[in-house]
T-cell receptor
Framework: GENVEQHPSTLSVQEGDSAVIKCTYS??????FPWYKQELGKGPQLIID?????GEKKDQRIAVTLNKTAKHFSLHITETQPEDSAVYFC??????????????FGTGTLLAVQP | GAGVSQSPRYKVAKRGQDVALRCDPI?????LFWYQQALGQGPEFLTY????????KSGLPSDRFFAERPEGSVSTLKIQRTQQEDSAVYLC???????????????FGEGSRLTVL
């Protein structure tokens, strides 16, 4: 089955710096890659996603890149702010022909933005 | 409210007790997922409903876990004879899209934290 690995597990940056989180996946059939932000005591919230027919997508300070050949995708946050501090999860959808496009999540990255 | 609502938010159970966790999805959402999130880990898929039909229960860890969505809206996750390894946050998510989560967004609730003593 699909396996998603995520690095680093923790990341500390100074306010205003950029942060990059990387994920790799194993199943070449995966075709949907969302990123979620989870704050303490809250459920994950979608922040950006990308489909396999697109190489890069940007939304204000966040961007995601996808390399299908290498089976890895990355989240880039520019001009980080203290409110960006949270746990970030990457995920991949197995996308098989059944009824479920269940998400397989990475293990998460704890991002701390130091003011 | 407009979001996915889960109850109880916190549940402490003695080993061997049965528990029931409730999920109220966003009104009209046809797809509903349950995930289990252990401390410091990413969510892991448990089961999926399309309206009232449970189409995938491959992630349920044992036959002690049972989920239902009888009228295609509210869902209940039941855990029988709880064990310490069942301690986790149980997340419910819903989407208006069939065969979610793509391309529709998946909305998560805040979760039910279960602690088994």
């Amino acid at each position: 089955g699909e396996n998603v690995e995520q690095h680093p597990s923790t990341l500390s940056v100074q306010e205003g710096d950029s942060a990059v989180i990387k994920c790799t996946y194993s199943d070449s059939a995966s075709n949907y890659f969302p990123w979620y932000k989870q704050e303490l005591g809250k459920g994950p919230q979608l922040i950006i996603d990308i489909r396999s027919n697109v190489g890069e997508k940007k939304d204000q300070r966040i961007a995601v890149t996808l390399n299908k050949t290498a089976k890895h995708f990355s989240l880039h946050i520019t001009e980080t702010q203290p409110e960006d501090s949270a746990v970030y999860f990457c995920a991949a959808s197995m996308g098989y022909g059944g009824a479920t496009n269940k998400l397989i999540f990475g293990t998460g990255t704890l991002l701390a933005v130091q003011p | 409210g407009a979001g996915v609502s889960q109850s109880p938010r916190y549940k402490v159970a003695k080993r061997g007790q049965d528990v029931a966790l409730r999920c109220d999805p966003i009104s009209g959402h046809v797809s509903l997922f349950w995930y289990q999130q252990a401390l410091g880990q990413g969510p892991e898929f448990l089961t999926y409903f399309q309206n009232e039909a449970q189409l995938d229960k491959s992630g349920l860890p044992s036959d002690r876990f049972f989920a239902e969505r009888p009228e295609g809206s509210v869902s209940t996750l039941k855990i029988q004879r709880t064990q310490q390894e069942d301690s986790a946050v149980y997340l419910c998510a819903s989407s208006h899209v069939l065969r979610a989560p793509q391309p529709g967004e998946l909305f998560f609730g805040e979760g039910s934290r279960l602690t088994v003593l």
